[in-house]
C-alpha cells in the first residue's frame, strides 16, 4: 500500500517529536512492505513567519490531497499578540473544519509499567484504558456570535455554544460504534441541569442508543465525571462528550495515566484525518533533546489503524512502546526517583529497536 502522509512539525516541540514519530513509520512500511509519501508543509506560529499566515493555501491542500495528516504541535507565547485569526490555533481550528475532521478519539490508557507516575495511588490508576470521542466543530470553540465589546473598564465578551441535532447524531453514532469494539460501555458527558444544549445532547444520544442496544450507555454531568475519572478511572471504557468538555477532560486524562506526553489522538470523520499528539508545543522545553515523542508515535499508530485500516501495523507500534516502557526507559516527564531520563531520540530509537524485534519474533513464529 502506498501511504501518502502530509507531514505538518509545527511549533515548539513538534517538529523533535514529529521526526521520531516518522521514522517510526518508516520502518513499519519497510518492515510491513509498503511505501511511504511523505510531504512536509508548515503550520502554525512556522507558517506565520514563513507566510503571514497560520494555515497557508499550499499546506491545505497537500492535506486535501492526501491519505492523512501527522501534525506535530502549533503556538507559543510568540504569538499571544497576533489577532484572533492570525494566531497558531486559528490554523489548527481552520485545518479541522476545512477536513470535516468533526470527531475527536483521545485514548488514554495507563500501561502497567507507569502505575508508579501517575498522581493516582497505582491501585486507582491500573487498567485505565477510556478513549475520549470528542466533537470538534461545533460548542463554544466555533459558535457565532463571539465578541470582546465596549470601552476599557466595561467590556463585555460573548461566546455562543450550539449544537445541532445532526452534529450530535453523527457524533454519538462513531461513539457507540467504536464502544461496540470494546468493552461495550458508553457513558455520555453533558451538563443538561444547566445548559439547554446539554439537554439537547442528551435526549439525541439517548435516541440513538436505542439502536445500539448492545452498548450500556449512562449519562454523566461533566463535574461528575471529572471527579470519577480520578476516583474510579479504570470504571470508564469510551466517554463521549461535546468540545470543551472534551478538551477539559481529556487533558485530565492524560494525568492520570501519567503524562500528557503519552496521549495520541486522531481527528477523524470527513475527507482526511489529522493526527497528533496532545501535549501543545511546550516552548520551554523545544530543541532540548528531553521532550517525550511517544504521543506522536503513538498517533502513527492511529493514523495506520483509523486512515489506512492497518491494524497489524499499528497494534505493532503499541506493542512495541509499551515493552520500552516495561524496559524501564523513561524521558523526563516520566521519571521517578532513582531513574535516569531518556533523550527525544534515545526514545524513539528504543521504539523503533522493539518494532523490529517485534517483526523478527512474527517472522520465526510463523
Given amino acids: 500500500m502506498l501511504l501518502n502522509l502530509t507531514i505538518l512539525p509545527g511549533d515548539g516541540i513538534g517538529p523533535e517529536v514529529t521526526d521520531e514519530a516518522v521514522r517510526v513509520l518508516e520502518l513499519v512500511a519497510e518492515t510491513f512492505g509498503h511505501q511511504l509519501g511523505l510531504t512536509r508543509k508548515n503550520i502554525g506560529g512556522a507558517a506565520l513567519v514563513a507566510s503571514k499566515d497560520p494555515l497557508p493555501a499550499d499546506t491545505l491542500q497537500a492535506c486535501l490531497s492526501s491519505g492523512a495528516v501527522l501534525l506535530g504541535a502549533v503556538g507559543g507565547p510568540a504569538f499571544d499578540e497576533y489577532p484572533r485569526d492570525l494566531r497558531p490555533e486559528a490554523g489548527l481550528l481552520r485545518l479541522r473544519k476545512e477536513l470535516g475532521a468533526f470527531a475527536n478519539l483521545r ?200 486512515s489506512f485500516r492497518l491494524e497489524r501495523e499499528a497494534a505493532s507500534i503499541e506493542s512495541a512502546v509499551s515493552q520500552v516502557l516495561d524496559a524501564g526507559y523513561r524521558t523526563r516527564d516520566l521519571v521517578t526517583s532513582g531513574q535516569s531520563a531518556t533523550s527525544t531520540t534515545q526514545m524513539g530509537e528504543k521504539v523503533r529497536e522493539s518494532v523490529k524485534q517485534l517483526a523478527a519474533r512474527h517472522e520465526v513464529a510463523s
Avoid at 470504571?235 to 495520541?264: C, H, K, P, R, Y
Wanted: a neutral charge.
Fill in 107 to 306: 485514548p488514554a490508557v495507563c500501561f502497567p509499567a507507569l502505575q508508579e507516575s501517575s498522581p493516582l495511588r497505582p491501585e486507582l490508576a491500573k487498567g485505565t484504558d477510556v478513549l475520549i470521542v470528542r466533537e470538534l466543530l461545533g460548542g463554544l470553540y466555533f459558535g457565532e456570535p463571539r465578541s470582546i465589546q465596549g470601552s476599557a473598564g466595561s467590556r463585555v465578551a460573548t461566546n455562543t455554544m450550539s449544537y445541532g441535532e445532526a452534529e450530535i447524531e453523527r457524533i454519538a453514532r462513531m461513539a457507540f460504534e467504536l464502544a461496540r469494539t470494546r468493552r461495550h460501555k458508553l457513558v455520555s458527558v453533558d451538563k443538561g441541569n444547566v445548559l439547554e444544549c446539554s439537554r439537547l445532547w442528551r435526549e439525541v444520544v439517548t435516541r440513538v442508543g436505542k439502536n445500539y442496544r448492545d452498548v450500556q450507555l449512562s449519562h454523566m454531568y461533566v463535574d461528575a465525571a471529572a471527579m470519577l475519572l480520578v476516583m474510579r478511572p479504570a470504571d470508564f471504557d469510551v466517554l463521549l462528550t461535546e468540545n470543551m468538555f472534551g478538551d477539559i477532560l481529556s487533558d485530565q486524562a492524560g494525568a492520570v495515566v501519567g503524562s500528557l506526553g503519552l496521549l495520541a489522538s486522531a481527528s477523524i470523520g470527513g475527507a482526511v484525518g489529522v493526527y497528533e499528539p496532545v501535549h501543545g508545543s511546550a516552548p520551554d522545553i523545544a530543541g532540548k533533546g528531553i521532550a517525550n515523542p511517544l504521543g506522536a508515535i503513538l498517533s502513527a499508530a492511529l493514523l495506520l489503524r483509523y
